[in-house]
């Protein structure tokens, strides 16, 4: 597998998007440059962009209903670090390739994510980090 190319996002679960936005946008100066509702994966996600026009981002999710697997993951767990994100440029082959090293990859196939599509691998072999790769849309 090639080496990721950057940090795309650090994402922090929260309980309330607009409460934590209080924080990061009101407090820190942090304004998104979108939010964006993904059925898909019953996520409500802020995107806040740091570090200029290729910089990373902090991503804010907020769970869309009380049974989605990031409403579990709150309960559990509490609001926090969700997940950090680095950017590939092709996942098919870093899925390929982190298979074939035996690799805990949560997902068989890439999931549609917000801006492309990823891939997520077990914090059990990544030192206790849930770890995103992603592969982003033109």
């Known amino acids: ?11 922090i679960i929260v309980r309330d998007l607009e409460q934590a936005l209080l924080f990061y946008r009101d407090m820190l100066g942090i ?20 570090g200029g026009p290729n910089g990373s981002e902090i991503e804010l999710l907020q769970p869309m209903t009380s049974d989605s697997s990031l409403a579990k993951f709150l309960e559990k767990r509490g609001e926090g670090m969700h997940h ?10 870093a899925l390929r390739d982190l298979q074939a090293q035996g690799a805990s ?3 068989e196939q890439p999931r549609i994510a917000a ?5 997520f691998l077990h914090p059990k072999g990544t030192h206790g980090v849930l770890l995103e790769l992603l592969e982003k849309s033109e």
């Open 84 to 93: 950090i994100c680095l950017q590939v440029d092709n996942i098919d082959t």
């Open 105 to 107: 990859v949560l997902d």
């Open 115 to 119: 801006e492309g599509r990823a891939i």
């Open 1 to 11: 597998m090639k080496v990721p190319e950057r940090i795309d996002h650090i994402a």
């Open 31 to 50: 304004v998104p440059r979108e939010m964006k509702d993904v059925p898909s994966e019953q996520v409500r996600i802020a995107f806040l962009p740091m």
